[in-house]
Nanobody, 115 residues
Framework: QVQLVESGGGLVQAGGSLRLSCAASGSTFSINYMGWFRQFPGKQRELVAAISSGGVTNSADSVKGRFTLSRDNAKNIVYLQMNSLKPEDTAVYYC?????????WGQGTQVTVSS
């Protein structure tokens, strides 16, 4: 089992920045993929950015150049630095991790960008 605890969401004005953090605990040694998804009202969750155990990162086109994913392997934490935020980035952001046993989600953190 893997437990994920998120922090860092909130309200920010357009053009501002936020940093989300996700701390993993439990069977962290087996995590092979970890990152962030987001969910807009009435929509399915979509990938924001994620990184594999091999260090390969993929991200949504809509956030490239604005969001940066990083990982602290020693602390089992991933960070999502979000710059130049837009009102259309408003969503619930979920941390995600995957290992051979399954997929795990955090509780979600609200990010609201005002215009």
């Amino acid at each position: 089992q893997v437990q994920l605890v998120e922090s860092g969401g909130g309200l920010v004005q357009a053009g501002g920045s936020l940093r989300l953090s996700c701390a993993a605990s439990g069977s962290t040694f087996s995590i092979n993929y970890m990152g962030w998804f987001r969910q807009f009202p009435g929509k399915q969750r979509e990938l924001v950015a994620a990184i594999s155990s091999g260090g390969v990162t993929n991200s949504a086109d809509s956030v490239k150049g604005r969001f940066t994913l990083s990982r602290d392997n020693a602390k089992n934490i991933v960070y999502l630095q979000m710059n130049s935020l837009k009102p259309e980035d408003t969503a619930v952001y979920y941390c995600y991790a995957r290992n051979r046993m399954g997929a795990y989600w955090g509780q979600g953190t609200q990010v609201t960008v005002s215009s």
